[in-house]
Structure formats: structure tokens, C-alpha cells
């Protein structure tokens, strides 16, 4: 297959654009600051059309990952890079696709999770699910989160597209052992004896390991039947104080500083993020990849973990 991903120069980008060009298919980046790559890596800036677009033509699978990332504070003009980067791309990939003699067959378009509402009371599936916005006592940056995801998906599917079958991915936490990725963040806070529970530890956390997040993309890209959107998560979230405690586990200690809800905003607010990540309970599960009959390599956390902190030491000693 001729594979084209833009946006694929970050954690979730690198991990496909690695399993599908180690699997013999032709794999095409798109990206704003081009680096070498064993696949092809051709620039854009995300809001015109140019060279990159002859790529698109002729290609089987279209996977848009572009976005600016959402690991910083929400001021103002963050806010507006987060949803232009996100927004303006998606509609720009629209306005070519049309256009193409033969455009991709499937276009898979990023999403996340952080679209449902805060779940504290029950799971969050496709047909179900509650989204967010707007909820009594939420924060202002929980609500921007959600107004961008809810933009994101509506210039995604604004436009018809004929000829190329559409797929929303809202995604929950996407963990590899890379470094820089999100477990990196996570094993790092209990290596250094501060993975305790986050605020009450009750909230949810929705998470896929990078194997079932590619499997569950082969499985999308190959059924036919596939449009709309598609919960890309593992079918078993677990409270936060459970999550810390398999790291822990995983890792081999037993020690994990508890954090407060303000300990936590000031920490974030220190490393200039957002406490979002932590104390937002997303229950979210894959109603329409368990009705597809798709297995998960690792649907419980505790086998993940110690599969991810393996992997880590593999690399770390390597390296």
C-alpha cells in the first residue's frame, strides 16, 4: 500500500510510519520541520497547497495525525495554534482530496478521546458515550479541549468525499516505550519515587498499547464497513490510583508520593502544561472494534506495563 501520513513526525506518527514501512508498504510523512527518516519525509506547512500534494495522488490509506502539540499551557496564543493546526489542515486536506484523479481509498483523521464528557459513573462507547462541554464545575481548559475536538471532527466530515471512506480516530492515551512519548512521562515520574496517586485517584484513565493501537488501525483501514467515528482504546480503563500502582509494580518499587489536586496544578504550571491529563477521568472504551471482533494483544493494564517497562530498559541499555 501506498501510505501517506501527515503529520507524522511526532510519537503516534513515528510508530506507524515504522510499523507500516517495516511491513514492505511505500510510507510518505508530511511534515514542517523535515528530518531524515528511513520512509520518504516531504514538508508542508499545513495551510497551503504545494508539492506534497502529488503524493496524495495515487495513494491507498491517508492518515492525518497534524496538530500542534497540546503539552503546554492553554494561553492564549497556544489555543490558537492547538485548534488553527488541527482545524485548518483537516479542511485543507479536504479541499485537495476532491480535487485528486484518484485519492486515497481511506482517510483516517486524528481525534481523542478527551471528547466525552468527565466519566466518573459509567463507560464511554460510540453509541452511547456522552460528549463534553460545558459541564458544571469543569475547568476552562477541559472545556477548550472539547471545543477543539468537537471543531476538529466537524471540518473533518464537513466535506463529502465520494471516493474516500472517512474514520474519526478519538484515541485514548497511545503508550510505546519511545522516549519523549507519554509513558516516558508517566515511568519517569515513578522512577523517581512520585508515581503515587494523582488527586483522588478515583478518575479513569483510557489508554491503548502501541500494538493494539496499530492492529486496530490495520483492521480500519482493511474493513470496508469502517466509517464514522472509532473509539481507539482498550476495553478495560482502570482508576488512576491502579494505574500508578501497576508502573509501580512493573518497575519495582513500592514507593509513589501521593500528589494533591493543587500540588498538581502548581507542577503542571511549573513544567508549563496543563493538569488535564491526570485529573480528567476518561472511561472510554472500543464499542466498535469489540463488535468487529477485534482481539486485543493487551487489554488489561498490569500486562501492558510490565510489557512497556521491559521495553524501556531494552532501549534504555541499548542506547
Known sequence: MKIVIPGG??????????????GGHSVTVFSRSPQPAPWRVVPWDGLTPGPWVDELEDSDVCINLAGRTVNCRYNSANRRAIFDSRILSTQLLNQVIITLNHPPAVWLNASTATIYRHSLDRPMDEATGELGGNEPGAPDTWNFSIQVAKAWEEAFFSTPTPRTRKIALRSAMTFSPDPG??????????????GGTNGTGNQFVSWIHETDFVRSIELIIAAQDFTGVVNLASPHPLPNRDFLRAIREAWGTRIGLPTSSWMIEIGTFLMRTESELV???????PGRLLDAGFEFTFPYWPEAACDLVSRWRQLKFTV
Request: no cysteine; hydrophobic share 50%; glycine share 12%.
Open 9 to 22: 513526525a511526532g510519537q503516534v506518527g513515528q510508530l506507524l510510519a515504522r510499523h507500516f514501512h517495516a
Open 181 to 194: 512519548g507519554v509513558f516516558d512521562v508517566f515511568l519517569n515520574l515513578v522512577r523517581h519515587g512520585l
Open 279 to 285: 485529573l480528567k477521568s476518561r472511561q472510554v472504551v
